[in-house]
Structures are given as C-alpha cells and as structure tokens.
C-alpha cells in the first residue's frame, strides 16, 4: 500500500488565487513528520513547509500553510496568492519514527501551473 | 550559508561501467541522504550516512554503495550502470537526521547510461 497519495496529477490555477494540493499519508506510527517539497523544472528539491503528528496547530510559511487532519491523515498544501514563480512539481513526503537517519517516503507529486 | 552541492551535474555513461557522484552538504550537517528518482518510480530512497556509518538502506540492489568522509561529504557508486540507472540522482542533508530535521537537498546528477 502506498504511504503517500497525491491524487492530483496537475492542477491548473490562475495568479493571485489561492490553491489546495491534496496529500494523504498512511502509518500505524504514532509518531511522524510530514513535509512538502517543491521541484521546479530544474530540478532542485525546495523545502516548504513542516508539520509534526504531535502538533496542535497547522504549520504555515509566509504564503504556504498546511491543513493537517489527523483523524483522516490527510495534510494538504494551501498556497494562497499564487505567483508565476509557483509553477512546479509538488511533492508531499513523510519521516516516521523517532529513530535518526530514517528515510523520507515521497509522493507522485502534484504539478501545479499558475497562469497570468 | 552555502547550500549542498553536488558534481557533475550531468553524466553520460555506457551499460556495465561504474560511476561516482559526489555530494557537499551543508556546512555543520553531518547527516547525508541520497535519492533516485525517475519518472516510473519516482522519488526512492538509496542510503543515509551519518559520521562515516551508514545508518539506514533502501531497497536497491548491492551495485549501489556510497560512504562518507570525516568532513561529511559523500559519495555514492554505481557499478555495472543498467539502462534503468538513468535518472536524477539527489543528495539531501541535515543536521543529525533526526525526525524532524528539514533535509536540505542539492540539485542533483542527471545519470543517462546509454
């Protein structure tokens, strides 16, 4: 079974506006992180945004938030105000465990094009 | 701060040859990550290094061996290079590699084995 789904192979959405990449993750871990990447056409993993099992708030990043729903393991990627330079790969990712030098687990990526 | 870097940026090699990419982290990160990702199996984790010990494995076949140095960089090695090798290959570090630790990755090396 896969650990990450990101059910939207591409989203399309216009400057200014605000989108939702979705992302649902599967563990039995009660401990885990989530991240989301963006890779743009060059090919660079970019680090968004962080967001722990144990925390009681959604993380947020200047215009990049993260809609944690734990009861349904979903953690979706909002980013609000999009610009030209949004247009990339998307990538939602999770660490389980406590243990050191465990291994990030990816998704299929969402890739998302802002349009003016 | 200078971010991780990684050499050569792109590689061409032919099916049975080995190859040797390598990866500078991020000045004080003493974890080392490398991923392969290709467009069928997307990203997919290789090894994590950390002061000179291999700490976790993925599932990929003994061809594939990396180490790292007493300065924390690392190199990983391909040998006998198969057609499905092409891909983008990417280093990530961080600081101890712990849970929460952000992995900091570099821009890649784009493998083609022809």
């Known amino acids: 079974a896969q650990k990450i789904t990101q059910t939207q192979p591409g989203m399309f959405v216009q400057e200014k506006e605000a989108v939702t990449l979705d992302c649902t993750y599967d563990?039995?871990?009660?401990?885990?992180?989530l991240f989301w990447y963006k890779q743009p056409s060059s090919g660079e993993m970019i680090f968004l945004i962080y967001?722990?099992?144990?925390d009681q708030q959604n993380a947020t990043e200047g215009r990049y938030s993260l809609n944690f729903q734990k009861a349904r393991k979903s953690a979706n990627l909002v980013i609000s105000a999009s610009q030209l330079g949004d247009s990339a790969m998307y990538f939602c990712?999770?660490?389980?465990?406590w243990g050191a030098g465990t291994a990030l687990i990816f998704g299929k990526g969402t890739t998302l094009s802002v349009s003016s | 701060k200078a971010g991780v870097t990684q050499t050569p940026r792109y590689l061409i090699k032919t099916r049975g040859q080995q190859v040797t990419l390598s990866c500078s982290p991020i000045?004080?990160?003493?974890?080392v990550s490398w991923y392969q990702q290709t467009p069928g199996q997307g990203l997919q984790f290789l090894f994590e290094?950390?002061?000179?010990?291999?700490?976790n494995k993925g599932n990929f076949p003994g061809r594939f061996s990396g180490r790292q140095f007493s300065n924390s960089r690392s190199e990983m090695n391909v040998s006998t290079l198969e057609l499905g090798d092409s891909a983008l290959y990417l280093c990530?570090?961080?600081?101890?590699?712990?849970?929460?630790?952000?992995?900091?990755f570099g821009p890649g090396t784009r493998l083609t084995v022809t």
């Open positions: 990530a570090s961080s600081p101890s590699g712990g849970r929460i630790d952000e992995q900091y």
């Open positions: 000045s004080g990160h003493r974890s």
């Open positions: 290094y950390f002061s000179e010990t291999q700490r």
């Open positions: 563990t039995s871990d009660p401990s885990y992180g």
């Open positions: 967001q722990g099992s144990y």
């Open positions: 990712a999770m660490r389980e465990g």
